[in-house]
């Protein structure tokens, strides 16, 4: 069982159309089916609603994150740029970081995508061997929750 959603986050993302934020904690639920023991890293930005995992809770030791707009939501793959990408769903032209958009509607749960999310966890270094598990959400700096238009 994945571990409930932060509070804030919830209220972070309620500033959107319930799709958008459903389909980031949907996102959220394959990533911590994975890699329970992440550390979740949520920011509330200017455009986009991000949240951003690792294993030391570090910015630079990421291995994947979700940003949620008005009418998507990324997956993105910090060292993207290195993964194979046998299903071509990656985009980006960045120098590390890939993504995959989803839309409203669209299916989130795919035979590719866990196959994805392991192969960001085994880029990262993997999970910390003999470490105990961190397992916990943060909201990073002291944000007033954004209110974005809902379109």
């Known amino acids: 069982m994945v571990r409930a959603p932060d509070p804030r986050l919830l209220e972070f993302l ?48 990421g291995f994947l994150h979700i940003a949620s707009y008005a009418k998507h939501v990324n997956l993105g793959f910090n060292n993207g740029a290195t993964m194979a990408d046998p299903n071509n769903v990656l985009v980006g032209k960045g120098s590390r970081i890939r993504h995959v958009k989803f839309v409203p509607g669209g299916v989130v749960e795919t035979p590719w995508l866990r196959r994805y999310v392991r192969a960001a966890i085994e880029s990262a270094g993997g999970r910390p061997d003999g470490a105990a598990p961190v397992a916990k959400s943060e909201v990073r700096g002291d944000y007033p929750v954004k209110r974005r238009p809902k379109k």
């Open 14 to 61: 309620a500033a959107y159309d319930p799709p958008i934020g459903e389909l980031a904690l949907a996102l959220r639920a394959v990533i911590l089916e994975e890699a329970p023991e992440a550390v979740e890293s949520i920011y509330d930005a200017y455009s986009a609603v991000a949240v951003g995992y690792s294993f030391t809770g570090k910015f630079g030791d």
